[in-house]
């Protein structure tokens, strides 16, 4: 029985590890797909949808784990971050789209804790969406507003451009975390 018991416990660190470093990676491949806007340094991707997704899906301890290895694997060179921003490392912590990536963890953290494990609780799972997504715009306008000086042309730049986007990111969301967060999170 002691056997089974220390198989199950390594299995299931396992199945937690990989996971963390699986929504690091995907978060890494949404920065990719990234379109520059113009009049604004902050490129439009998919990064944000990828954060809340994994912070939805693992928990708030995992997701915000998975959130701080991407950051650490940006940080240390790696070319997980969004290319159409020409700072490489941790200098790009300290650029325009710094704050959004500071917040990652604290994003994927909350929408872990506020989503629900049951699929009955629709409005539970919006809440959480709608918490990480305006957790990411105010570090990013946090940063935006120390670099510029200006909270009201922060706003111009990182917020206002990307609000009907936002809107897209939570229709699709709230009904795929719903769905997916009871059999994920009964995995780990």
């Known amino acids: 029985m002691g056997v089974a018991l ?20 995907l978060v890494a491949l949404a920065a990719q797909i990234s379109v520059p806007l113009p009049g604004t340094p902050v490129p439009m991707t998919l990064q944000p949808m990828a954060v809340l ?14 959130m701080i290895l991407y950051l650490a694997m940006g940080a240390a060179g790696l070319p997980v ?5 020409p700072l490489l ?5 300290f650029g325009p789209t710094g704050g959004y990536l500071l917040a990652y963890p604290i994003a994927a953290y909350a929408t872990g804790w506020s989503v629900a494990s049951q699929r009955e ?8 969406v709608l918490v990480g997504l305006v957790l990411i715009h105010l570090g990013g306008l946090a940063q935006l507003a120390i670099l510029t000086g200006n909270l009201s042309a922060a706003a111009r730049f ?7 986007g936002d809107l897209l990111k939570i229709a699709v969301l709230v009904p795929v975390l719903a769905k997916l967060t009871p059999t994920i999170r009964a995995r780990l």
């Open 6 to 25: 220390v198989q199950t416990q390594r299995s299931v660190v396992l199945r937690r590890a990989v996971s963390v470093v699986l929504g690091a990676v």
């Open 53 to 66: 997704l994994v912070g939805g899906l693992l928990g708030a301890p995992l997701g915000a784990l998975s």
């Open 81 to 85: 971050f969004t290319p159409t921003v």
């Open 89 to 93: 490392g941790i200098a790009r912590l």
């Open 121 to 128: 609780h629709w409005a539970r799972v919006a809440l959480g």
């Open 158 to 164: 990182g917020t206002v451009p990307f609000l009907v």
